[in-house]
């Protein structure tokens, strides 16, 4: 059966979220069993599936046993279903301060957190936690501090409540009141939340903390003051009745964050925090930053294909439900490729990067692709036949678009063609239309040749241009290169034996050099075969910019051969030897040139070199970020004027 867990519209002021269905089998007892005293917990959050081990402790850990006893959902709700949700859609790294024997922290790792570090002190609960893990085969994604979480660094004492009741303790506490009652006490090692986490989360990734330290949080808060600031994380608290209020309300004030009551009836309720919603036994709390809220709330949406168990296929795939959207979505429509493409690597670092800076950004295919050439992050949609949209939507479409638009089924949407290749362009047989032969709103210009050739068609002005880029930072310059030619035969691939055999018969004196194809390989193994090679073949035909050449420069490679007509925005005769296509005898001139300089070594190779790399530093990430985000904050203005 389905269970709702929580109930729930977006409302403007008072807001009530809607956190995803959980589908469960009709009795608890197909979802867990029990082997060498663990019982194996298994979760499903739209349609996907995660399981993870806990011991029983002999009936004594309270929350293994209520997980056996009622299933996954039941112990402290809603909040398994936000972690989990969250685990699942986001590119996630959750802190769990105050982890005891780690429900929560297998429970993320499980639905696909990138990273989980969890901080427990106390020894024998943390042997416990160890255990769970192992058992989990969950070690490589939790990483376990045995750490007490404060203001400042430092050993403190930790106390332990009375354990005459029989079951595992794991409330001990920083807090000498915390309990009217202590069984024993412990000198355990302190740190600051901002010293332990240094290091450890990327800026690509979300923050969410979970601090349970038993009447000690906010003095977590305290020491967490950089890691707030910086990383504007999700925070989930567990606030007591009786709690002193005034140091948590200036908190919200301060640092700009929303307060949301999770109750255990079904809401996320946005409110002010007051006594009058700190009850017992519902004490968890969740703080917001108030730019970014809508961002973590919106990735626990569902889709609504949610019980069609085939529709969430991969730890990848971010599916959507949609009734009234919380704000404009940005949708780029692909197709699932079979082979990997420049261009789906750009948009997915579109929507990637999007998403990071706040802003509802997706990739939307009809399937998931079997291969996964780009191993990215980036939010998708998988759509099946059609996809639901709304007037506040935007789609982009690629330039060859022709039966993309099928998939809106006529719906209301501002459309747009991101135009990464002018000589892709589905012209109809109707040139006395312009531009509105392809039923479009705008287009988007990837290159200086894709506007200019869109202003000489159309007479279009003032076309936005969003320019590539490359990371250097993906991209290694061995020390010692490997003799080799490398190339990319997806374009002008039946040219290769020809300017291979011309090439050895101009110059034999090479007949000895390797030939590398990268072939239908992720972006991780394309860019180590780049990194080895000395040379790198342009075979660029018909581009409106051409990527591989760039990405060649910034591995360090000696770059010649074709421009392919939209590289001559970047190259030049200090970075390579050019050839217009078809021009093999200047191709294997450019080539023997490159070697030369290559053999040479020293500073004629180093000159070569920097020069390379000017042009790289030219199409910085920055830069093609800055130009990203303004003009899709322009646009997401535009439609809420």
């Known amino acids: 059966m389905l269970l ?72 402290e709700a809603p909040l398994p279903q936000l972690i989990a949700a969250w685990s699942s859609n986001l590119p996630l790294v959750f802190a769990d301060i105050g982890a005891n024997s780690g429900y929560y922290s297998l429970l993320s790792a499980a639905f696909g957190a990138r990273n989980v570090i969890a901080f427990e002190p106390a020894d024998d609960i943390a042997n416990l936690l160890d255990a769970n893990i192992k058992r989990s085969n969950l070690d490589q994604k939790i990483h376990v501090q045995r750490l007490a979480i404060s203001s400042h660094p430092g050993t403190s004492k930790i106390y332990y409540p009375d354990a005459s009741h029989g079951l595992i303790e794991t409330s001990a506490s920083l807090n000498p009141t915390f309990r009217t009652a202590h069984d024993k006490t412990a000198d355990v090692s302190v740190e600051t939340l901002d010293n332990a986490l240094n290091g450890l989360t990327t800026i690509d990734e979300k923050l969410l903390l979970k601090i349970d330290v038993e009447g000690h949080d906010f003095e977590v808060l305290e020491g967490a003051t950089r890691t707030i600031t910086k990383q504007r994380p999700g925070i989930i608290i567990k606030l007591l009745p009786g709690v002193e209020l005034a140091p948590f309300t200036n908190f919200l004030k301060n640092n700009k964050y929303l307060h949301y009551t999770l109750s255990s009836n079904g809401y996320l309720k946005n409110q002010p925090l007051a006594a009058e919603n700190i009850t017992w036994p519902q004490r968890d709390h969740l703080l917001l930053p108030e730019e970014t809220a809508h961002f973590w709330l919106q990735a626990l949406q569902t889709p609504d294909n949610a019980r069609d168990k085939a529709g969430f296929e991969d730890n990848k795939t971010r599916l959507l439900r949609r009734m009234e959207p919380l704000e404009p979505r940005i949708i780029f429509f692909l197709a699932p490729f079979t082979v990997p493409f420049g261009g789906v690597a750009t948009i997915l670092d579109h929507v990637r990067l999007l998403s990071q800076n706040g802003i509802s950004a997706w990739v939307a295919m009809p399937e998931q692709p079997t291969l996964d050439f780009y191993q990215t992050d980036a939010p998708t949609i998988v759509y099946r036949e059609s996809l639901g949209v709304s007037e506040a939507d935007i789609c982009v479409f690629p330039e060859g678009l022709l039966g993309y ?224 985000l303004a003009y899709w904050r322009h646009e997401i203005a535009l439609i809420a004027q």
């Open 4 to 75: 709702n867990i929580l109930k729930g519209v977006f409302q403007n002021n008072g807001e009530m979220v809607q956190v995803p269905e959980v589908e469960r089998s009709i009795s608890t007892a197909f979802e867990t069993r029990v082997v060498d005293g663990f019982v194996e917990i298994s979760a499903h959050i739209a349609a996907k599936p995660a399981t993870f081990w806990m011991s029983l402790q002999g009936q004594r850990d309270q929350v293994a046993v209520e997980a056996l006893k009622k299933g996954w959902i039941s112990y």
């Open 405 to 628: 638009n099928q998939a809106l089924k006529g719906r209301p949407a501002r459309r747009l063609m991101f135009c990464q290749n002018q000589y892709y362009l589905p012209f109809s047989a109707r040139p006395e239309l312009g531009f509105s032969e392809f039923h479009l709103d705008g287009v988007i210009a990837s290159s200086i040749a894709v506007q200019s050739c869109l202003q000489d068609l159309y007479g279009l002005e003032n076309i936005p241009l969003i320019p590539y880029a490359i990371n250097p930072s993906a991209y290694a310059r061995e020390a010692n290169k490997k003799r080799q030619i490398a190339f990319m035969p997806r374009k002008l691939g039946d040219y290769v034996p020809f300017i291979q055999a011309t090439f050895v018969r101009v110059f034999p004196n090479y007949s000895d050099v390797s030939w590398v194809a990268i072939h239908q390989m992720t972006r991780r193994d394309a860019a180590k075969v780049l990194a080895e090679s000395a040379i790198f073949l342009s075979l660029s035909d018909k581009e409106s910019f051409g990527l591989p050449p760039l990405e060649a420069m910034a591995s360090g490679c000696v770059v010649a051969g074709f421009h392919g007509d939209g590289g001559r925005e970047y190259m030049s005769e200090g970075n390579g030897w050019w050839a217009e296509t078809g021009d093999w005898r200047a191709c294997v001139r450019g080539l023997a040139a490159a070697l030369v300089t290559f053999d040479k070594g020293g500073e004629v190779l180093e000159a070569y070199h920097r020069r390379a790399m000017q042009t790289v530093e030219a199409y910085s990430v920055e830069i093609m970020e800055e130009k990203l």
